[in-house]
């Protein structure tokens, strides 16, 4: 994982707040990733005084905190304002919500205004794949998390939307996903402890070409980051989408497939130190496929 210059911070978060209204009626993928995320924390024999949910969108792995540990502090941090308002409720429930909810942090990912040492855990379901220093990212999970805290993320790998690569005509660069094991040497570079990761492929279809391309728009997901990207699509250029999605077609219906990246890491409770005093950090070994 390397700082990714050519992703333009402004205009993802520019993406999210326009789509912010609809997102959760197309964020299907999102909540079933959370969903499976969350179940990993069953696992996991701790009570969080304090979480975060790092790149909380509307809030839903917040949310599912908050029901896991009731006495738990949780905190919703997002870069986009327009996605954390989304996701309260309507003015006839704010009281009874106010008084159980998660608390809202408008702020980048990549400096979160939290004390060091100050949460237990760390969770970020699909979030840290749209940070163009996910390094630095990293170091700041790292610098929020007490010793022994957990961080807990999901993210998508670079087989995402092959389909979508492969039958596009002209396709400028892809949007950069980082492989599982990348994912995992990062982890280790930044300090933390036994990283464990995982690896699996969902695949949604569609009616046609245009449900699909819908809702990424609607969830976000077609924010383009490459200045080659910029600029209106004409239908001759749909018409040459639909023509190469002809390959991947299931029963009259088109396929997406979504390699999903799932991982968790600790903050080592206390470093060893070597005699020039570079700290010398444990970790299982991983089984590459």
Not at 12 to 30: H, K, M, N, S, T
Not at 36 to 60: C, F
Request: net charge positive; aromatic share 6%.
């Amino acid at each position: 994982m390397t700082e990714l210059a050519f992703i333009d911070p402004r205009r993802v978060r520019a993406r999210f707040e326009r789509c912010a209204p609809g997102y959760d009626a197309a964020a299907a993928l999102a909540r079933e990733v959370a969903s499976r995320m969350i179940e990993r924390l069953d696992l996991v024999r701790m009570q969080p005084a304090r979480a975060l949910d790092l790149g909380s969108g509307t809030g839903g792995v917040a949310r599912a905190l908050l029901q896991r540990y009731p006495q738990a502090q949780v905190i919703a941090l997002d870069f986009s304002l327009s996605m954390l308002r989304a996701g309260r409720p309507g003015r006839p429930s704010w009281a009874a919500w106010r008084a159980r909810a998660p608390q809202l942090l408008c702020a980048a990912m990549e400096r979160v205004p939290l004390a060091d040492s100050s949460c237990d855990m760390v969770c970020s379901n699909l979030a840290i794949e749209w940070s163009a220093a996910p390094e630095q990212l990293l170091r700041e999970v790292r610098r929020v998390l007490r010793r022994g805290g957990l961080f807990m993320f999901s993210t998508l790998g670079p087989d995402t939307l092959r389909e979508l690569r492969a039958a596009t005509p002209r396709a400028g660069p892809a949007h950069p996903l980082a492989d599982m094991h990348d994912v995992g040497d990062a982890l280790v570079r930044e300090g933390f402890a036994d990283p464990v990761m995982e690896v699996e492929r969902l695949t949604l279809t569609y009616p046609d070409v245009h449900a699909l391309l819908r809702e990424l728009r609607a969830s976000g997901c077609a924010a383009r980051t490459a200045p080659q990207a910029r600029g209106l699509r004409g239908r001759e250029w749909l018409a040459a989408i639909e023509r190469g999605y002809a390959a991947f077609a299931r029963d009259s219906r088109v396929s997406a497939s979504f390699e999903v990246v799932y991982g968790h890491a600790w903050k080592p409770e206390a470093p060893r130190v070597t005699d020039d005093g570079r700290a010398v950090v444990r970790f299982s070994p991983r089984l590459r496929p």
